[in-house]
């Protein structure tokens, strides 16, 4: 009874006058990662495409065809439209003016009838009054019949009421923020990745010309596309040998649901689909996705037989077989997307499976019977796919046997560690035996296991998954991880929460960890996508003098040192480069690169995976030209040189 006494004092003070109502845009400052992902870079960038899909809004209505975005040296963004331009007249359920009620309140806009946008891409009304409430100062201006009118604001509060500010020629929106810097932890905008998706915009809005100013570094980029997603295919292609010449193109309207795909062939293995809804990249995919799929692998066993290419004693080819080598653009758009979760990553709405399945099916069924050389190669590439997939699920399976016991048939070369919660537990995947006996003697034994490779790993760039599999140390690393591969990866199986790449500080190390990317990327991304990988960053001198060192991790910290300690001491500076990590002692390498009390590691992220495609193809794949122009574009920017 006095436990029941003990609760209920506990709870008394805890009453109706405790529950916090936020108003207005509090709540997306209190919580803005519910609202744009996160307060860091990518959290910033958030704020750049909600302005921009609201101009791409507008394009969607037919009602603009140029968008401007700029990048100001003093940190401001802004976004210019030729669209029809944000109305100014009195709201008439709040009484305000419709500038102002879009730009303050959450889930206000003109997209939820379906009369005014039968398409969007926006947060639902989210959008741009997220980014009023996370901008210290953020000014809209609207030129609507001839006359401009403009709101200032100051982290989401109005300035003063909307004001007319003379005349205007043409039409339409520009929205100039501030990001706040008290919110935000990451003030540095990245050219490229913001131009890639302006890119991606602009292929899937073809006749919308988008432009990219940078006056930070005095850049500047255009992007139009006539072609539109057929130009994205080629693109994606333009270092790979290709099947056939000409991308598989269709558009088609059915119901109030816009479909356009472009597919096409390669020589290579890796299946490079994405899908687009609103012209929001639907990551995870979702119906549309789900009923191309379906087309596409039906369509193909369907010509396939009918054209004697698969014989009765054949079996079917499974959607793996028909998908290597391809290279496909799916875009949908539609009044009500239903985007499951705040990052829409997945499309929901059921009828666009029919819809998209329906057009796909009909369009590639003609192609492959007007195309019969191309529908041949088509099928004999999937039939090459689909003994190589034999063949590497007797390697899988091969793989999987090793690792059934859980420790028992871990690697040989695997040190791993005393504790079994994978949250508390890292792997360094090592270069070198030499490194690999330095990093053994110096981990801490209770939470960290060290996996050392020998030399380069095989470039699965370039190899099918039954040649990848009978690579040993890729199977050494498949085996340590315990999550497998293929169909069978299951991430919750993985036995270390931190997976650390570490090699040498030099071009060797480099290339090894780029090979080791690779692998990662294309046969285990969903590993990065939780934030499970990781770079070690060994550093490059050891600066002394007398009693006085300190590790330095980059030239230009070295050379800070050696002027400081040349003005301390006065005497004799000793510089030591290490360009291997078998270099130093034990103790060494744990105090500069395996403490996590003062190491530095890199989180791995994919910000753009079509950017990603395109990078590991050019380097690790077979055309030799892209990577020789691209070495010689980023020669001056290499941060470690080893000569």
């Not at 119906?287 to 054949?314: E, M």
């Not at 969903?526 to 600066?543: D, K, S």
């Not at 050019?618 to 290499?638: C, D, N, W, Y």
Request: with cysteine.
């Amino acid at each position: 009874m006095a436990e029941t006494v003990s609760e209920l004092e506990k709870t008394a003070g805890y009453t109706a006058a405790d529950i916090q109502v936020l108003e207005g845009l509090e709540a997306v400052r209190r919580r803005p990662g519910m609202y744009v992902g996160s307060t860091d870079q990518r959290g910033l960038h958030h704020l750049v495409f909600e302005v921009v899909d609201n101009s791409v809004d507008e394009a969607l209505a037919g009602r603009c065809d140029f968008i401007c975005v700029t990048m100001h040296a003093d940190g401001r963004v802004s976004v210019q439209d030729n669209g029809s331009g944000i109305p100014v007249d009195i709201h008439p359920q709040t009484g305000k003016p419709a500038l102002e009620v879009v730009m303050t309140i959450l889930h206000a806009g003109g997209k939820f009838g379906g009369g005014v946008y039968k398409v969007s891409g926006g947060l639902h009304g989210v959008g741009v009054s997220v980014v009023n409430a996370l901008s210290k100062h953020l000014v809209a201006e609207v030129r609507r019949e001839g006359s401009l009118y403009v709101q200032e604001y100051e982290r989401g509060q109005p300035l003063g009421p909307v004001r007319l500010a003379g005349k205007a020629d043409g039409r339409g929106t520009t929205i100039t923020f501030l990001a706040d810097d008290t919110i935000f932890t990451e003030m540095n905008y990245s050219f490229d990745i913001l131009s890639q998706r302006f890119r991606e915009m602009a292929y899937l809005n073809k006749g919308v010309r988008l432009k990219f100013v940078d006056e930070r570094e005095d850049r500047e980029a255009s992007f139009f596309f006539d072609g539109g997603i057929v130009s994205f295919v080629r693109k994606l292609n333009s270092t790979r040998g290709v099947v056939h010449p000409t991308p598989i193109a269709l558009e088609r309207t059915v119901g109030d649901t816009q479909i356009e795909v472009a597919m096409q062939y390669n020589d290579g293995f890796s299946e490079l689909v994405y899908a687009f809804a609103n012209t929001i990249n639907t990551i995870d995919g979702g119906t549309h996705v789900t009923g191309f799929r379906s087309a596409l692998t039906r369509t193909i066993n369907d010509y396939g037989r009918k054209a004697g290419l698969l014989k009765d004693a054949d079996g079917n080819l499974t959607g793996d077989d028909v998908r290597e080598g391809l290279t496909a653009i799916i875009s949908v758009k539609l009044p009500e997307p239903q985007f499951e979760g705040q990052t829409k990553a997945k499309l929901g709405n059921a009828e666009v499976r029919l819809q998209v399945e329906t057009a796909v099916a009909e369009t590639l069924t003609r192609y492959l019977e007007e195309n019969p050389p191309d529908g041949r190669r088509i099928i004999e590439k999937c039939l090459t796919a689909a003994r190589a997939r034999e063949a590497a699920r007797r390697a899988r399976d091969l793989v999987i046997r090793k690792s059934a016991l859980d420790g028992l048939t871990l690697p040989g070369k695997l040190a791993d560690c005393s504790d079994r919660d994978p949250e508390h537990c890292e792997v360094y995947i090592v270069e070198g035996d030499s490194a690999g006996g330095s990093a053994k003697q110096g981990r801490d034994r209770r939470f960290q296991a060290i996996l050392p490779i020998k030399g380069k790993i095989l470039n699965v760039e370039r190899a099918r998954a039954d040649k990848m599999l009978g690579n040993e140390e890729i199977r050494a690393i498949i085996t340590a991880l315990g999550v497998g591969i293929g169909e069978r990866f299951d991430l919750s199986k993985l036995r270390y929460h931190r997976v650390i790449l570490m090699a040498d500080a030099d071009v060797d190390g480099s290339h090894i960890r780029t090979l080791l990317l690779t692998f990662f990327f294309r046969h285990m991304q969903p590993l990065i996508e939780a934030g499970h990988l990781f770079i070690a960053q060994p550093p490059l001198f050891r600066v002394s003098s007398g009693r006085e060192a300190y590790w330095c991790f980059s030239d230009q910290e070295k050379d800070s040192y050696v002027n400081e300690l040349q003005k301390k001491t006065r005497r004799e500076v000793n510089v030591q480069r290490y360009k291997g990590l078998g270099e130093m002692n034990p103790e060494q390498l744990w105090e500069t690169t395996m403490n996590p009390s003062s190491r530095t590691v890199l989180q791995v992220h994919v910000e753009d995976t079509v950017g990603a495609d395109g990078v590991f193809d050019m380097l690790m794949g077979e055309s030799v030209p892209p990577r020789k122009r691209f070495i010689q574009t980023h020669a001056k920017s290499v941060r470690n040189l080893d000569i």
